[in-house]
């Protein structure tokens, strides 16, 4: 069975990100990999209460502490070519879903970016005054 509409969105805005790299998936699909800048506690929180739920999560903790976001282009609204190593503000929503596969049900939650902002020189992390360029 496939993904259904989602239940539950989680907005989560203003995230300081790096850009990574895009890479294709084994089912040919192209992600976009995002390295948060600095921390972010509402993104550690829900990581942490996904995993103790045993949800599949499009994001994780490396062992230098660092957490990575992973969104997959179709579900990037806007096209857009973010350059290696540029540092932007990005709005996401969590998305939940249910899949139900041959022995069992499986539940966790895929990203989609919702905004984005290239950062400049002068922005700040959480000012007001930043802007996004909605997609």
């Known amino acids: 069975m496939g993904k259904g509409k989602p239940v539950k969105v989680i907005n989560v805005e203003g ?23 600095g921390s972010h506690q509402k993104l550690s929180s829900m990581l942490q209460s996904g995993q103790d739920k045993g949800y599949l999560m499009p994001l994780w903790q490396t062992e230098e502490n660092n957490i990575i976001i992973k969104i997959k282009n179709k579900f990037i609204k806007k096209s857009f070519k973010f350059d290696k190593g540029g540092d932007y503000f990005i709005n996401v929503s969590f998305n939940d879903f249910t899949t139900n596969g041959e022995d069992k049900e499986t539940k966790g939650y895929y990203l989609k970016l919702e905004s984005y902002k290239v950062q400049e020189e002068d922005d700040t992390f959480g000012s007001e005054d930043v802007s996004t360029e909605n997609i």
């Open 15 to 37: 995230i300081d990100v790096e850009f990574l790299s895009a890479k294709k998936d084994k089912y040919n699909q192209l992600i976009h990999y995002f390295k948060v800048n």
